[in-house]
């Protein structure tokens, strides 16, 4: 797929969402329908990629298209609801994640329970060998285990690159931070990653 269609694809979904929007606010609420429809797994992947924990995650998923709902009428129809969406999403992560801390809880055993189930991840190699699968699965746990080790904003935008695929403008958008903050905060989270998973590789 070239950059210009991955560009005209982008520019479709966001007349698409448009639409959508403007239908929600002229008073059909069943339109919002559509927008949950198309964006919910996308969200709960990744909420559930800050979390760590199923029903947190999707907790969170349903509470971030309930604010946004409840917020049409502040939103730009000239903006992107995508990376709205996803800017709320990740606040309440946050959120979520630093009253964790202070009550000094954690889900470690669950989220660790939990992981082969969710994502997306593995299932996109299901023509895999077993063997090849269980290494996958394996990788990718490690890798879950080594972004829980990362600062939250830095967790945050290696999952907005690396699952979402999203520019560093996007990004930027989302995390209302410069592009270049943005580069930086990728740069050091890809660094500590590559030690964490050296230190951690089998002797």
């Not at 746990?141 to 690159?161: F, K, S, T």
């Given at each position: 797929?070239?950059?210009?269609t991955?560009?005209d694809?982008r520019?479709?979904?966001?007349?698409?969402?448009?639409e959508?929007?403007?239908a929600?606010?002229a008073?059909?609420t069943?339109?919002y329908?559509?927008?949950?429809?198309?964006?919910?797994?996308r969200?709960?992947?990744?909420v559930?990629g800050m979390?760590r924990n199923?029903?947190?995650?999707?907790d969170?998923t349903?509470?971030?298209?309930v604010?946004?709902y409840?917020n049409?009428?502040?939103f730009?129809?000239e903006?992107?609801?995508?990376t709205?969406?996803?800017?709320i999403?990740?606040?309440l992560s946050?959120?979520?994640?630093?009253?964790?801390k202070r009550?000094?809880q954690?889900?470690?055993?669950?989220?660790?329970?939990?992981r082969?189930g969710?994502?997306?991840?593995s299932d996109?190699h299901?023509?895999?060998?077993p063997?090849?699968?269980?290494e996958?699965?394996?990788l990718y746990g490690?890798?879950?285990?080594?972004l829980?080790?990362?600062?939250?904003?830095?967790?945050?935008?290696?999952?907005?690159?690396?699952?979402?695929?999203?520019?560093?403008r996007?990004i930027?958008?989302?995390?209302d931070?410069?592009?270049?903050?943005v580069?930086s905060?990728l740069?050091?989270a890809?660094k500590?990653?590559?030690?964490?998973?050296?230190?951690?590789?089998p002797?």
């Amino acid at each position: 797929m070239t950059a210009q269609t991955v560009t005209d694809s982008r520019a479709a979904s966001r007349e698409a969402d448009t639409e959508l929007l403007r239908a929600v606010l002229a008073g059909d609420t069943t339109a919002y329908r559509g927008l949950v429809e198309k964006y919910q797994s996308r969200v709960y992947a990744m909420v559930f990629g800050m979390l760590r924990n199923r029903e947190d995650a999707r907790d969170c998923t349903q509470e971030a298209f309930v604010k946004a709902y409840n917020n049409l009428e502040r939103f730009r129809l000239e903006s992107s609801f995508y990376t709205w969406l996803y800017r709320i999403a990740m606040n309440l992560s946050i959120d979520l994640i630093r009253k964790r801390k202070r009550r000094k809880q954690t889900s470690f055993d669950e989220a660790i329970a939990s992981r082969d189930g969710d994502g997306g991840i593995s299932d996109l190699h299901s023509g895999d060998s077993p063997t090849k699968s269980l290494e996958r699965k394996q990788l990718y746990g490690r890798i879950m285990e080594a972004l829980e080790q990362l600062p939250e904003d830095q967790r945050q935008a290696v999952l907005l690159r690396e699952l979402e695929g999203l520019s560093y403008r996007e990004i930027s958008d989302v995390m209302d931070i410069p592009e270049g903050t943005v580069m930086s905060r990728l740069f050091y989270a890809r660094k500590k990653l590559q030690t964490i998973l050296a230190e951690d590789r089998p002797k």
